[in-house]
């Protein structure tokens, strides 16, 4: 059975990366053994066992912020494993999204990283337009785009979707790549504009294509 071809160390511990599912941040790391994965398979919530207190413990059992584990993912040597998770509030015990955040700079020293932390690309973007949005002093082009609301965005998402189809039709690809980018940052502006997470918007396409084509169309 598949939970006994894990590899264990000698304390019966495999490492465990939980990932959120939807933006692809990795939130924590920690161990488990195998009660602790056999409980996160029975209730679908993350457990994990804990080398200080040597006990299985429930991911928010304490805090409230619980993680609902997807998937369970097992790397090619069987001694880790990715939780693909909705976190139901931060993952950390500071209070922050993620217990990466802080950084080694290249002098080696330990830094606090910036609010955008080590998030891949566009959940990085989202906080960053986040950011600018609630600087008061910011000059940016993205804050003026906010500042002028929702008909100035609109009127940039129909010119960069049209440059966007005019490169499609008949220019290079990084033309199209370029002017695809263009129209995803307008198109994250407007949501940051709304208040709408790139989470929310990852949930949809999600579910989108967890089911086939024709099952969603009707549910539309
Ligand atoms: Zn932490």
Redesign the pocket.
């Known amino acids: 059975m598949g939970l006994d071809a894990l590899n264990y160390d000698n304390q019966g511990l495999v490492a465990v990366i939980a990932q959120d599912a939807e933006t692809g941040e990795v939130r924590?790391m920690a161990y488990a053994d195998r009660t602790a994965i056999e409980r996160t398979l029975e209730t679908s919530e993350a457990h994990f066992f804990s080398r200080s207190r040597q006990k299985l413990w429930q991911k928010g059992e304490s805090s409230g912020n619980t993680m609902s584990v997807r998937e369970v993912w097992v790397d090619c040597d069987g001694d880790a494993l990715i939780y693909l998770v909705d976190p139901a509030g931060p993952?950390?015990?500071?209070g922050?999204d993620t217990?990466f955040f802080r950084q080694l700079n290249t002098g080696g020293e330990l830094v606090e990283g910036s609010t955008a932390g080590a998030a891949p690309t566009l959940l990085r973007l989202e906080r960053i337009l986040r950011e600018r949005r609630a600087s008061s002093a910011d000059k940016s082009y993205t804050k003026s785009l906010l500042d002028a609301g929702p008909s100035k965005i609109d009127a940039k998402m129909r010119e960069e979707a049209e440059e966007l189809g005019q490169a499609l039709i008949g220019e290079s690809d990084d033309r199209v790549a370029s002017e695809a980018g263009d129209v995803l940052y307008h198109l994250l502006v407007g949501l940051v504009l709304r208040d709408i997470s790139l989470r929310d918007l990852l949930t949809v396409l999600s579910k989108r294509f967890s089911r086939s084509g024709h099952e969603e169309k009707a549910s539309r």
Not at 91 to 94: A, E, F, M, Y
């Open positions: 924590m993952s950390c015990h500071t922050q217990c």
